[in-house]
Nanobody, 124 residues
Framework: QVQLVESGGGLVQAGDSLRLSCAAS????????MGWFRQAPGKEREFVAG????????YYADSVKGRFTISRDNAKGTVYLQMNSLKPEDTAVYYC?????????????????WGQGTQVTVSS
């Protein structure tokens, strides 16, 4: 069992930056590939970024490539999402996710554990 707790969301202006954190309980954090997803009102949950469990390789949605960076600290059991040059269309609830698969290409169907979500609102 893994519990994920996100933090770092908030209200910012377009062009600003935010860093989301996701702290995982338990001692098996390094066994999971990790991902960030987001869900805007009236839309389906979508993949944002993922990081593998082994070599730290990363994968991003086209909409955030070059602006967002995912990283992990296995010693702290934490995964981060650095979000720069935020846009109003980035407004959503952001969810942390863990999967037993190795790849950074985390899919919704492969997720074993979800966090509770943190709201990010970007004003224009």
């Amino acid at each position: 069992q893994v519990q994920l707790v996100e933090s770092g969301g908030g209200l910012v202006q377009a062009g600003d930056s935010l860093r989301l954190s996701c702290a995982a309980s338990g001692r098996t954090f390094s066994r999971y590939a990790m991902g960030w997803f987001r869900q805007a009102p009236g839309k389906e949950r979508e993949f944002v970024a993922g990081i593998s469990r082994s070599d730290g390789s990363t994968y991003y949605a086209d909409s955030v490539k070059g602006r967002f960076t995912i990283s992990r600290d296995n010693a702290k059991g934490t995964v981060y999402l650095q979000m720069n040059s935020l846009k109003p269309e980035d407004t959503a609830v952001y969810y942390c996710a863990a999967t037993i698969y190795m790849s950074a290409r985390v899919t919704t169907s492969s997720v074993a554990y979800w966090g509770q979500g943190t709201q990010v609102t970007v004003s224009s």
